[in-house]
């Protein structure tokens, strides 16, 4: 037995490692276009901690990005209010990036980190603004 024959459940069901690599490829580079070459990528690169970006692309782009029950859009503002909760600045930089590509404006990113000053406190709100604005070249 392989690793791309073990089961793993999902959330919408159970798929094999290699399906939810595959789904996750597809709905990484649908959000990142550009970024990544086509085809299998090894995102390895020998340092401590190299298998995150494999556990990332198959459980969270894999099976939750590729989920049917939000659109890309919405999904990109719940995960934009959650990266600004968390304080996860360098995360939120590639997500406002990924936000604009599923169709947000940066109006309504602008919107979002408002939003989220009255919940998660004004300290996350300016933290997220500067990584907004270094995102966005700004």
Known sequence: MTT??????????????????????????AALPGVFPEGEVDLRDGRLGEELVDIGLTSVW???????????????????GL??????ET???????VALTNGLTKDEIAE???????YAGFPRAVGARTAAREALGE
């Open 4 to 29: 791309e024959d073990v089961q793993e459940p999902t959330a919408a069901g159970s798929g094999t490692t290699a399906d939810l690599r595959a789904a996750g490829w597809k709905a990484m580079r």
């Open 62 to 80: 894999g099976a939750i990005w590729a989920r049917e029950g939000l659109a890309p859009r919405d999904r990109s503002l719940v995960t934009l």
């Open 83 to 88: 990266l600004i909760a968390l304080g996860a």
């Open 91 to 97: 995360e939120l930089k590639t997500h406002v990036r």
């Open 112 to 118: 979002v980190i408002y939003h989220s000053a009255g």
